[in-house]
């Protein structure tokens, strides 16, 4: 509402907000950039863009021309994204970050997750006055290596927002290793997918298990598993038989670096989609996975 002194007759208006002080597009707007003109109403009503200080100008223009300007400063509170904090052993917390740490009254969160290669999602939690939330990797019902967190806000005026967190790396030490190794680890050449396996394994600090061994054998010995659930990066993956002619004696082995992908050695390093992978090596034998040399990584 904008008061007056003296004769307000045939008085004009404009009203002005700008964002922190700037004058940047974007960071200001008035009834007369939006209406082309000024507007005979002396108060306004209006939403405020994102969280932040606020600077509101009243212009009031005479019939004659005359101009004056008054202002005053207000603040907008709100969440301006969302961060998580924690690790894969304590847990992670997600939380709504607030300008200036200012809690929103009426505020509605929700916290939601997505694997980073869209496979799969859920919700951390549902549509409460909490601004935050804790959850272990339990509640992340997918074997993907990384994934994005995501906040929706709803305030009390209608307005809504919705922001999603810089992603978050599910991997252990040991696993980032591995992953690492299976991507900068050259090829043996066609035919020795194992040797090129135990040397994934040997660059990335770990014992020689497959020494001797065909990728039947690593099969066998160490990959118990054929529930997706079960798939971890920095596994290996494999059949004790495939559809090649070589395959058909010893198998074929590949170490899984998530987020869907696999990585094996077919005279050049390649990586090929979990989903392409099993639907070929399938017809022949079963694929299974397990921690190389049983020790497991996560």
């Known amino acids: 509402m904008t008061k007056h002194t003296g004769d307000a007759s045939g008085l004009r208006y404009n009203y002005v907000w700008q964002w922190g002080g700037s004058w940047a597009e974007g960071d200001w707007g008035s009834t007369e950039l939006y209406d082309g003109a000024d507007t005979k109403e002396a108060s306004h009503t209006g939403a405020l863009g994102a969280p932040g200080r606020y600077t509101l100008y009243v212009d009031a223009v005479s019939p004659r021309g ?59 939690g549902d549509w409460s006055s909490a601004s935050s939330v804790s959850f272990s990797r ?35 030490n040991a696993q980032k290793r591995v992953i690492s190794s299976a991507c900068a680890t050259p090829s043996v050449g066609a035919g020795y997918c194992s040797e090129w396996v135990d040397n994934v394994f040997v660059n990335a600090g ?76 399938s017809k022949v034998d079963t694929p299974r996975w397990g921690w190389y040399g049983n020790v497991p990584l996560a």
């Open 66 to 124: 005359e101009r004056r300007t008054a202002s005053t400063q207000v603040v907008a509170w709100g969440a301006t994204g969302v961060s998580v904090s924690g690790s894969a052993a304590s847990g992670w917390t997600a939380r709504a970050d607030l300008f200036e740490g200012h809690e929103v009254s009426g505020a509605r969160y929700r916290f939601r997750w997505a694997s980073a290669d869209g496979s799969a999602s859920g919700t951390l």
């Open 138 to 172: 339990d509640a992340l019902s997918s074997n993907s290596a990384a994934y994005e967190i995501y906040l929706d806000v709803k305030y009390p005026n209608g307005k809504t927002s919705a922001f999603a967190s810089n992603s978050l790396y599910l991997l252990t």
């Open 206 to 281: 770990f014992y020689r298990y497959g020494m001797g061994k065909n990728a039947n054998d690593l099969c066998r010995l160490y990959c118990k598993y054929t529930k997706l659930s079960d798939l971890q990066p920095g596994m290996i993956i494999a059949v004790e038989k495939s559809p090649t002619r070589l395959g058909r004696i010893y198998g074929h082995v590949a170490v899984y670096i998530g987020n869907g992908k696999v990585h094996d050695d077919e005279g050049y390093i390649r990586e090929m989609s979990l989903a392409n992978w099993l639907a070929y090596y």
